[in-house]
């Protein structure tokens, strides 16, 4: 059974913790006057960043778990707030005074920490890593996030689900478009309508894209990170090619506010010109690449997540296929009829990770083909209904999961998982047999969100 | 090796906005003894996320492909503050983020400038204000330039560090 979140909702007197795997949901109730869980991180190590965050954002207690720090509360946070409660309602707050975090770390002889961030060198995303260190060898990471914590699923209470939009679009700007297309089908699901099959396919063609822009990259900074600056030259213009087009088709470089019930018109022609275009470009790139052996001797056998590892920390998206696990939310009939093929590797390291990037590029082209359509039936939507509303979409990191509760027309409760909050966890299980200098490769390799982790 | 070298020929020299170049020479002339004096004919710059959607970083890091290269004006994005004579703050000042923004601040030498990048840290993105974030920015640091838009294009930010030494 693979575990996909673990999360809580007030409902008067109670807290009910909602467990949701790709089999099941489970629900229990507690008491908020004595809100007192039990751990599941010992059969899914993964649900412990959802225990500890809800231990903050709530004051749920997780009774027999191994790891009480505050997660998204950090050293400057006050003291038993818990803002996600109902009765939370201030818009401001001071900063307390300075609490250490402990860290998790492994001493001895010789033994030192190497402590990273959260503001980095390159143009990236604030986290925190903390090295335990035997000369070159990482004996052990902690990755310490939470630093662009904006309470976002506070924000949205109490907002209609076209009020959340604009936020919603924003929470991670590489993934806009697969958070705009949960929030459409939870639109869809709450006012009972279906989809007509030319915007399904107009979406599901800027999903495509937006996959293809934020791989493109990837496999120009993959490469740079281990020294091969020509590949991120190449990479990046292919990504500005791809992205410029996404302008063209959407009136923004991110996608921001393209998916919606209209019906834009598509010059398929010059598109799939286009495409054939691109098609050219990565099997050129592919086939220049593969023939730079210092660039391997780096790739494989770094960052290794076995699939035994991988299925225990419940990995999605390209590091769980690039590890043996075959999953991936396209798994379907719409997708599969549209010349959807998984891909995936076995080997679990950098350079597998790194091959189902390009061959991820190369599907979603050859998909992009047939997506296109000239049909231009737009939908009107109705009002929607109060209910419990879930969706998931395959972002571009992997397997994207939504759930919105509406309560008179309104957000009563908002939740997103990344899939970025799944791999950041197992992200120090990769780091068993390597020095600390491919630390940034593989962390690059993985290409994880700080901002869909944070919120 | 033959294959990649006739890709390269065939591709040619892709950098957009040669104007910019006469811009900033025209700049460089203009403001010859400040940029000199200040920024040794160079301007370092330290990016510092305080909490965005990753939208604007990406636009960062274009600046840095074929298409723009930044680097040709003699503006460089460097790795550490230490090394930076602007800070580029993009993001909502987040609770958790704000003292370490504050930190790297202190560690830019002096003479230090501020430029906000993109609409978050004045508060002009769709996000609303929560107990979580801490912008506007403006009420911790002085702000010499901003460079609006939800992110502010390559382009646009390229002209936006223009006017920002026109400026100074």
Same mark, same amino acid.
């Given at each position: 059974m693979r575990f996909i979140a673990r999360y809580a909702k007030e409902r008067g007197r109670i807290f009910e913790i909602t467990t949701v795997y790709d089999t099941e949901v489970k629900k229990e109730q507690v008491d908020k006057e004595k809100p007192v869980i039990g751990t599941l991180s010992h059969e899914h190590p993964a649900a412990l960043w959802f225990e500890r965050k809800m231990q903050d954002d709530f004051?749920?207690?997780?009774?027999? &778990?191994?790891d009480k720090r505050p997660l998204?509360?950090?050293?400057q946070f006050p003291k038993h707030?818990?803002? $996600?409660? #109902?009765d939370f309602h201030a818009k401001e707050l001071e900063f307390s005074e300075f609490q250490p975090y402990n860290y998790e770390v492994i001493n001895g002889d010789g033994v030192f920490q190497v402590s990273v961030g959260p503001?980095? &060198?390159?143009?990236i995303e604030p986290g925190h890593f903390h090295f335990s260190q035997a000369g070159e060898k990482m004996l052990h990471l902690e990755v310490r996030h939470?630093? #662009?914590?904006?309470a976002i699923e506070k924000m949205l209470e109490g907002k209609t689900l076209h009020e959340a939009k604009p936020i919603i679009e924003r929470i991670s700007g590489n993934e806009s478009i697969a958070y705009q297309i949960c929030w459409r089908d939870i639109v869809l699901q709450a006012s009972q309508q279906e989809l007509p099959l030319a915007l399904q396919k107009q979406h599901a063609f800027l999903l495509e894209l937006e996959r293809i822009i934020h791989h493109l990259t990837d496999l120009g900074f993959i490469p740079n990170d281990a020294g091969f600056g020509a590949a991120l030259a190449l990479g990046s213009k292919l990504a500005e090619d791809a992205r410029r087009k996404m302008k063209e088709i959407t009136g923004h470089r991110f996608g921001f506010?393209?998916?919606?019930?209209e019906n834009r018109l598509l010059d398929t022609a010059s598109l799939d010109e286009w495409l054939y275009d691109m098609e050219e470009n990565i099997e050129y790139f592919e086939d220049w690449i593969i023939d730079i052996p210092s660039l391997w001797d780096r790739f494989d056998t770094t960052g290794m997540l076995s699939l035994k590892k991988a299925v225990k920390y419940d990995s999605v998206g390209v590091v769980a296929r690039a590890s043996? @696990? &075959?999953?991936?939310?396209? @798994?379907?009939a719409f997708y599969l009829q549209h010349g959807f093929e998984l891909s995936s590797e076995i080997s679990g390291d950098v350079a597998a990770r790194f091959k189902v990037r390009i061959s991820e590029v190369k599907n979603s082209l050859k998909m992009m083909h047939n997506l296109l359509e000239e049909d231009t039936t737009a939908l009107h939507i109705k009002s929607v209904d109060d209910g419990e509303y879930v969706s998931f979409t395959e972002s571009s990191i992997g397997e994207l999961f939504m759930a919105i509760d509406i309560k008179e027309g309104v957000i009563e409760r908002f939740f997103v998982r990344d899939a970025s909050f799944m791999n950041w966890q197992a992200l120090?299980? $990769? $780091?068993?047999?390597?020095?600390?200098?491919?630390f940034p490769l593989i962390n690059k390799s993985c290409d994880l969100s700080y901002a869909g982790n944070d919120l | 090796m033959m294959k990649f070298w006739n890709k390269r020929v065939k591709l040619g020299i892709l950098t957009e906005n040669p104007e910019l170049e006469d811009d900033i020479k025209a700049i460089q002339k203009e403001i010859k003894d400040k940029v000199k004096k200040k920024f040794a004919g160079s301007l370092a710059i330290r990016m510092v996320d !305080?909490? !965005?959607?990753?939208a604007c970083e990406a636009e960062c890091n274009a600046l840095s492909n074929p298409y723009y290269? @930044?680097?040709? @004006?003699?503006?460089y994005f460097v790795a550490s503050p230490r090394h930076a004579d602007v800070m580029l703050l993009s993001g909502l000042m987040t609770f958790n983020m704000t003292p370490h923004v504050l930190e790297a601040y202190e560690q830019i030498p002096e003479p230090k400038w501020v430029i906000t990048l993109g609409d978050c840290p004045v508060m002009a993105a769709p996000f609303e204000k929560t107990f979580a974030i801490k912008a506007p920015a403006d009420k911790y640091l002085k702000i010499t330039h901003h460079i609006a838009g939800c992110p502010p294009s390559p382009k646009e930010i390229m002209l936006g560090l223009l006017e920002f030494l026109k400026k100074i």
């Open positions: 004051g749920i207690i997780v009774e027999d &778990a191994f998204v509360h950090q050293e707030v818990h803002p $996600m409660r #109902k503001i980095h &060198a390159g143009i939470f630093y #662009k914590y904006r506010g393209a998916i919606d019930f043996g @696990l &075959a999953t991936d939310r396209r @798994l379907n120090h299980v $990769m $780091m068993r047999k390597d020095i600390i200098a491919d | !305080s909490g !965005s959607c990753n290269d @930044l680097e040709r @004006l003699g503006i």
